[in-house]
């Protein structure tokens, strides 16, 4: 199957519009046209619902968008082993991190990367460690910094971050050497990244704790600046402790909860060659610019 006419299928079902899809990889709508006409005859079943709004995928198409992704990915991996057969590398690196204390050393392993490989595209984003393991699976991602998640695929552990409360000032948990999980149930509690799998909602679960839930915060930072208010108290991985200079009071849990952090990566049979490449790279770093962001050592 034409790997050329699957990427076309994607892209214009992922613009909604054949035209613009047309446009913008540089073909004619009349050239996109009998493209997916020619596709639609070899897998002979129709693929797009055509209308005055645009395209969508028939049913058909739906149960068929794995396959036509896998073939466009199979594609991409011949052609760029092929060229690193040929000395030249070349393609794409998702990198991924559901901690932004990782940027800056992925940015500098990045930087090192691209003066030995200039060829090769990074893209660097931020994402919650069930989501990212997600797209590691589905190979929309070739590496990611998480805490670790029931997952197929490579685990490359980095280590363990114990996480802590974020108490108010004037809290008087303050004057323990650790907070009790328990009294989330009665403080007022403020969740960040609400509706998603965060280590702090994972370790309630564990302990069968039910929080008293007041407030929400859109991330870390915002979730620190109510709890200086006085808002209420937060749960936080060990790694944000420090980056910020306030009046938040950070106190170990008790019972103790310990989160692995590591990297994961996609089994080396489907990985790409510019993705196994960086992850190699890494690894000859010895990983320590990424172990660097560990509390106690930064």
């Known amino acids: 199957m034409d790997c050329e006419k699957c990427r076309c299928l994607l892209y214009a079902l992922e613009k909604g519009n054949l035209s613009l899809a047309a446009e913008e990889l540089g073909y004619t709508p009349s050239g996109m046209s009998r493209m997916m006409a020619a596709l639609e005859k070899e897998v002979g079943l129709p693929l797009l619902v055509r209308s005055r709004s645009g395209v969508a995928p028939t049913r058909a198409c739906r149960d068929l968008l794995p396959a036509f992704r896998e073939v466009v990915r199979s594609g991409d991996r011949l052609r760029l082993a092929a060229d690193e057969l040929k000395g030249v590398l070349r393609g794409e690196v ?78 008087p948990g303050v004057k323990a050497e650790r907070y009790p999980l328990k009294e989330l149930e009665t403080d007022a509690y403020i969740q960040f990244y609400p509706g998603e799998e965060t280590d702090s909602e994972l370790a309630c679960r564990k302990h069968g704790v039910t929080p008293d839930l007041r407030y929400t915060a859109a991330d870390s930072f915002a979730a620190y600046e109510m709890v200086e208010a006085g808002l209420g108290v937060a749960l936080q991985n060990g790694l944000f402790d420090g980056l910020w200079s306030g009046e938040v009071v950070s106190r170990r849990l008790s019972p103790p909860v310990i989160v692995p952090i590591g990297v994961a990566v996609p089994k080396r049979e489907v990985i790409s060659p510019a993705a196994r490449r960086f992850r190699d790279f890494a690894a000859a770093e010895g990983w320590e610019q990424l172990q660097s962001v560990k509390p106690g050592k930064r």
């Open 94 to 171: 998702q990198v991924a991190t559901a901690y932004s204390v990782f940027f800056k050393p992925l940015a500098n392993l990045a930087h090192r990367f691209s003066d030995l490989y200039p060829g090769v595209k990074i893209g660097i984003r931020e994402g919650r460690s069930s989501l990212l393991m997600r797209d590691i699976e589905e190979q929309r991602l070739d590496l990611c910094i998480i805490s670790l998640r029931p997952g197929d695929c490579e685990w490359l552990p980095l280590f363990d971050d114990e996480m802590v409360a974020w108490l108010p000032p004037r809290h």
